[in-house]
């Protein structure tokens, strides 16, 4: 709720900051990457009427996690997610429905773990309408692939670009 309340903010006063509240994108990396997917899957209008539909014009995902059913029950995570079955299923991007028809595009580096591979390709599956591209980062772990956003040769950084279409 806090991102939800983050982003009608950021819209309604984009302009105040030079921003054109037209041109809003999000991007994420790791549980970033989950909070950028749910902000792909809100129902702003429903948030709030006066809320455009496609309050973002575009989500980076990096290396995330979008079904959060493998966390339930790890001892160590368990006191702070607070997650049953139930509870993981509903607050996790792959099972929701993207909201627009927004581009979403994904990265995951190719040392990363199977787990996050196959998050990855979850997401890129159940989201069909909207996954316009994967991003490869070969060579890249879990730890180094968010870096790459920072890099101007990076195929992050251009797909990054493309997905705001500022590579025109």
């Known amino acids: 709720h806090q991102i939800l309340r983050a ?9 105040e900051y030079g921003m054109d509240e037209d041109r809003l994108f999000v991007s994420g990396w790791s549980a970033g990457a989950h909070l950028t997917a749910m902000m792909m899957a809100a129902l702003w209008p429903v948030y709030d009427p006066q809320l455009p539909k496609d309050l973002f014009k575009g989500g980076l995902a990096v290396s995330g996690i979008y ?3 493998p966390l339930v029950g790890i001892d160590f995570l368990s006191a702070d997610l607070r997650l ?6 509903r607050v996790s991007p792959a099972f929701l429905p993207p909201a627009t028809r ?4 994904t990265c995951i580096g190719g040392s990363e773990s199977p787990e996050f591979k196959r998050q990855n390709a979850l997401l890129a599956q159940r989201w069909k309408s909207a996954v316009s591209g994967d991003i490869a980062m070969p060579g890249h772990n ?5 870096s790459e956003l920072a890099n101007p040769a ?3 950084f251009t797909g990054a670009k493309r997905m705001m279409k500022l590579d025109r």
């Open 84 to 89: 049953d079955e139930e509870s993981a299923l």
């Open 142 to 146: 879990h730890f180094s692939v968010i």
């Open 67 to 69: 079904d959060l059913r």
């Open 154 to 156: 990076s195929a992050l």
């Open 7 to 15: 982003s009608a903010w950021l819209y309604r006063h984009a302009e």
């Open 102 to 105: 927004a581009p979403v595009f």
